[in-house]
């Protein structure tokens, strides 16, 4: 449920999640190496935890690495988790300090070992934190973890747990990587990109997409206000029909 910020004025959408897209451009226009701008990206992450809490979002989920962004060179990939490994360390004593619960989703088969225990360390150690809900989509894939949603399902109907005919909607949703989460009501994708890039496509059914030319390193709080503007001006049907055209 949307939350009112009196002080803006706006509705605040309960649960925000963002496409942090055009790190490397941003670098690259600085003539500096795409690694630089993952760098200063990953700082606009830490610095958004604290704006969106102070707007009222209960929920913010962030794509931080996709199971396509594997293809990417190696010398890049090892950044990407060089950049993980130190975020999510750092991100224990930060997210305890500011009451913050910490999830991953995403599929751990292929990430090493030691960036797998900082994820369950990170997990563990914010889980009774009432704070601001902040996720984190790791080597995620949307058709992926559909995929092992109707894995999980399969089983359960192969040992008998279940019938076929009793599988709903809520079977499913309760059956990804999101289970403990609401919807998004609000998507935003930045660097001008307007696709989602295989990012929570069940979740994202009647979510409210927002796009920008910014670039995320430049993302701020006046960014995000603006956003929020924007949502303010939809009106959220969810499949129904206005009063007056009933």
């Known amino acids: 449920m949307d939350n009112f910020n009196e002080e803006l004025g706006l509705k605040i959408p309960a649960h925000v999640a963002v496409i942090l897209d055009g790190n490397g451009r941003w670098a690259k226009k600085r003539f500096m190496p795409r690694t630089y701008g993952h760098k200063v990206g990953s700082q606009v992450v830490e610095d ?140 935003i994708r930045t660097s001008g990109e307007e696709r989602l890039s295989n990012y929570l496509p069940w979740q994202l059914a009647y979510t409210e997409f927002y796009f920008t030319d910014t670039l995320w390193p430049d993302f701020n709080r006046e960014e995000l206000i603006k956003a929020f503007e924007k949502y303010n001006r939809r009106e959220r049907r969810f499949g129904g029909v206005k009063e007056e055209n009933k």
């Open 48 to 187: 958004m935890l604290s704006i969106v809490d102070e707007t009222g979002v209960k929920y913010f989920t962030v794509y931080a690495f996709s199971t396509e962004n594997w293809k990417r060179s190696q010398e890049e990939v090892s950044m990407l988790m060089g950049i993980l490994r130190r975020y999510l360390k750092d991100c224990v004593k930060k997210s305890m300090k500011n009451n913050v619960r910490c999830r991953v989703i995403g599929r751990r088969e292929e990430l090493s070992p030691d960036i797998v225990e900082s994820i369950n360390n990170l997990e563990e150690k914010t889980k009774n934190n009432t704070g601001l809900n902040f996720t984190i989509a790791i080597n995620y894939g949307g058709r992926d973890e559909i995929t092992r949603a109707v894995k999980k399902i399969a089983k359960k109907v192969e040992q008998g747990e279940m019938r076929a005919e009793d599988i709903t909607e809520q079977t499913i949703s309760e059956c990804l990587d999101t289970w403990e989460l609401p919807d998004p009501d609000l998507l």
